[in-house]
């Protein structure tokens, strides 16, 4: 069964660092194109970042471009996001996703992606 299981996430204050982690099972992520989403409160879920399957295409939303950096260990069955220079407007909850899909690129909407985690709370504050 794929699972995905984000952690990582907590309090931290503006101008701080966190790295989150996705965990995956059940799938080779040789295969798979991964995406960070993130949902804040009343607003709609959006794409932060998306890395192909080998790793060779990663882009961002351009909100967080040069701030977050996402990498991918499919050796350890593992991706990774990490956030710096945090901002209030980050504060969100944080979802990885994947999709299956073998080519050398990633779609960044939620809609191409069929499998997701539990997602991790992320809150930028004093």
């Known amino acids: 069964q794929l699972q995905l299981v984000e952690s990582g996430g907590g309090l931290v204050q503006p101008g701080g660092s966190l790295r989150l982690s996705c965990a995956t099972s059940?799938?080779?992520?040789?295969?798979?194109?991964i995406g960070w989403f993130r949902q804040a409160p009343g607003k709609e879920r959006e794409g932060v970042s998306c890395i192909s399957s080998r790793g060779g295409t990663i882009n961002y939303a351009r909100s967080v471009k040069g701030r977050f950096t996402m990498s991918r260990d499919n050796a350890k069955n593992m991706v990774y996001l990490q956030m710096n220079s945090l901002k209030p407007e980050d504060t969100a909850v944080y979802y990885c996703a994947a999709r299956p899909d073998n080519s050398t690129w990633c779609p960044g909407g939620t809609g191409a992606y069929g499998y997701w985690g539990q997602g991790t709370q992320v809150t930028v504050s004093l």
């Open positions: 059940g799938f080779s992520m040789d295969y798979y194109a």
